[in-house]
């Protein structure tokens, strides 16, 4: 079994696909896969899939799209139903979703976080680096579930995996920093601004990358650009700490060189 959701949704057993062509029955058994090993209620679908006010005909519908899903998979099983109804199984009060470890590219993404993360606490900045870019790798595109209709609870799995990715990123972008690889950097920080202009953990990374990289007079000019962007399309100012920044690019502040950290985003810039 794979499944994969970092970018558009995919399940297959045995290379063969598992995935409905219908929208509703593609949030079930997205809710289903996210939620692997635990029993998801039937309110909890119901929910995800018509809202507040589900239908009266709701609870036959839903079980039309197991049945469906069990078919699914009994086809890409070679005709064994046993193995469909291991796989979803049903419980007094919803559907479980059961499959191996590790068939998850959210599994191995979280994994790789996580000791990245742990790799970076223990100085270790080469192999966090390292692994927190191949935790990203894992992604197709920046967005989750990408072609799956979604509901408050899909809706809600998106933006976590969406704000875990930025989080990530900008983590491995420090580590990068911290390595002495700005000028690297640069070209994967422009196209990053561009695409998220209010993010001012990477504006900052960005200044620096351009000072460390010599270009000073750019790297305020970057500090320039994003105050009027923040005045002009939300009414503030930048925050305290990319203000600092930019008296520290200034006056020149060796705390801004190389064997200063970034790690953690804006904290600790200057």
């Given at each position: 079994?794979?499944?994969?959701?970092?970018?558009?949704?995919?399940?297959?057993?045995?290379?063969?696909?598992?995935?409905?062509?219908?929208?509703?029955?593609?949030?079930?058994?997205?809710?289903?896969?996210l939620n692997a090993?635990?029993?998801?209620?039937?309110?909890?679908?119901?929910?995800?899939?018509?809202?507040?006010?589900?239908?009266?005909?709701?609870?036959?519908?839903?079980?039309?799209?197991?049945?469906?899903?069990?078919?699914?998979?009994?086809?890409?099983?070679?005709?064994?139903?046993?193995?469909?109804?291991?796989?979803?199984?049903?419980?007094?009060?919803?559907?479980?979703?059961?499959?191996?470890?590790?068939?998850?590219?959210?599994?191995?993404?979280?994994?790789?976080?996580?000791?990245?993360?742990?790799?970076?606490?223990?100085?270790?900045?080469?192999?966090?680096?390292?692994?927190?870019?191949?935790?990203?790798?894992?992604?197709?595109?920046?967005?989750?579930?990408?072609?799956?209709?979604?509901?408050?609870?899909?809706?809600?799995?998106?933006?976590?995996?969406?704000?875990?990715?930025?989080?990530?990123?900008?983590?491995r972008i420090a580590?990068?920093?911290?390595?002495?690889?700005?000028?690297?950097?640069?070209?994967?920080?422009?196209?990053?601004?561009?695409?998220?202009?209010?993010?001012?953990?990477?504006?900052?990374?960005?200044?620096?990358?351009?000072?460390?990289?010599?270009?000073?007079?750019?790297?305020?000019?970057?500090?320039?650009?994003?105050?009027?962007?923040?005045?002009?399309?939300?009414?503030?100012?930048?925050?305290?700490?990319?203000?600092?920044?930019?008296?520290?690019?200034?006056?020149?502040?060796?705390?801004?060189?190389?064997?200063?950290?970034?790690?953690?985003g804006l904290r600790?810039?200057?």
């Amino acid at each position: 079994m794979e499944i994969k959701v970092l970018g558009p949704f995919e399940a297959t057993l045995d290379g063969r696909s598992i995935v409905p062509s219908a929208g509703k029955a593609r949030q079930v058994l997205c809710l289903l896969v996210l939620n692997a090993g635990k029993i998801v209620p039937v309110a909890a679908l119901q929910r995800e899939v018509w809202g507040e006010r589900p239908p009266k005909t709701a609870l036959t519908t839903l079980r039309t799209y197991v049945m469906h899903l069990r078919k699914l998979i009994t086809e890409a099983a070679g005709g064994r139903p046993d193995v469909a109804k291991r796989i979803v199984t049903t419980s007094a009060t919803g559907y479980m979703f059961r499959m191996e470890s590790g068939g998850r590219d959210l599994d191995r993404y979280r994994h790789l976080v996580r000791v990245g993360e742990s790799a970076l606490r223990a100085g270790e900045v080469p192999h966090g680096s390292g692994l927190l870019g191949a935790a990203l790798d894992l992604w197709s595109g920046d967005e989750a579930l990408i072609d799956v209709r979604r509901g408050v609870l899909l809706e809600a799995e998106a933006q976590r995996l969406r704000q875990s990715r930025a989080t990530t990123l900008e983590q491995r972008i420090a580590a990068d920093l911290e390595l002495g690889r700005h000028h690297q950097l640069l070209g994967e920080l422009i196209e990053l601004t561009v695409a998220d202009p209010f993010n001012e953990g990477l504006r900052a990374q960005q200044m620096v990358a351009l000072y460390r990289s010599g270009r000073r007079c750019e790297a305020l000019s970057v500090f320039t650009s994003t105050r009027r962007t923040l005045v002009e399309q939300v009414g503030i100012e930048p925050s305290p700490t990319l203000r600092r920044l930019h008296q520290s690019i200034l006056a020149g502040d060796r705390a801004l060189d190389l064997d200063h950290s970034l790690r953690g985003g804006l904290r600790g810039v200057v």
